[in-house]
């Protein structure tokens, strides 16, 4: 017999340093989970990924197990590690933070091509460019 649901929760969480404290705590302890044991397994799974924001999804059963499912670091995050910059331009029509380069855009939409909807990898490549010019980064060819 399958077990039955009670909740699916999405966070995004830094890479090998959850803690039971908030944000993690308020968001998982309301539906009764062992939170030494998510962060746990949590810090073990995305320990190679250090630095990085990393959005999971937590499903929490009836029983008060849980799975979860990391997915890739948002486009944001892969593009500021690849430019080695802190944050993008707050006048990103105007004030531009550096220039991304062919191999580096299909680098990162090849990684992000799995969590996007894009159906080729053309069109993911065109959703992290978007993405990028609107933090201020100009985009190569």
């Given at each position: 017999?399958?077990?039955?649901?009670?909740?699916?929760?999405?966070?995004?969480?830094?890479?090998?340093?959850?803690?039971?404290?908030?944000?993690?705590?308020?968001?998982?302890?309301?539906?009764?989970?062992?939170?030494?044991?998510?962060?746990?397994?949590?810090?073990?799974?995305?320990?190679?990924?250090?630095?990085m924001t990393v959005p999971v999804e937590v499903t929490i059963f009836e029983d008060r197990s849980?799975?979860?499912?990391?997915?890739?670091?948002?486009?944001?995050?892969?593009?500021?590690?690849?430019?080695?910059?802190?944050?993008?331009?707050?006048?990103?029509?105007?004030?531009?933070?550096?220039?991304?380069?062919?191999?580096?855009?299909?680098?990162?939409?090849?990684?992000?091509?799995?969590?996007?909807?894009?159906?080729d990898l053309a069109g993911a490549e065109k959703m992290v460019a978007g993405t990028a010019r609107?933090?201020?980064?100009?985009?190569?060819?």
């Amino acid at each position: 017999m399958a077990r039955r649901v009670k909740a699916v929760v999405r966070i995004q969480i830094s890479a090998g340093k959850a803690t039971p404290a908030p944000p993690i705590g308020p968001a998982l302890g309301q539906y009764g989970i062992n939170l030494p044991a998510f962060c746990k397994e949590y810090n073990e799974k995305t320990a190679s990924m250090a630095g990085m924001t990393v959005p999971v999804e937590v499903t929490i059963f009836e029983d008060r197990s849980f799975s979860f499912v990391t997915r890739t670091p948002p486009a944001v995050d892969l593009i500021k590690r690849e430019l080695s910059v802190e944050k993008g331009s707050g006048t990103p029509n105007k004030e531009k933070i550096g220039t991304l380069n062919r191999e580096a855009l299909r680098r990162i939409a090849e990684m992000k091509q799995k969590d996007l909807n894009a159906l080729d990898l053309a069109g993911a490549e065109k959703m992290v460019a978007g993405t990028a010019r609107s933090m201020g980064v100009t985009v190569e060819g």
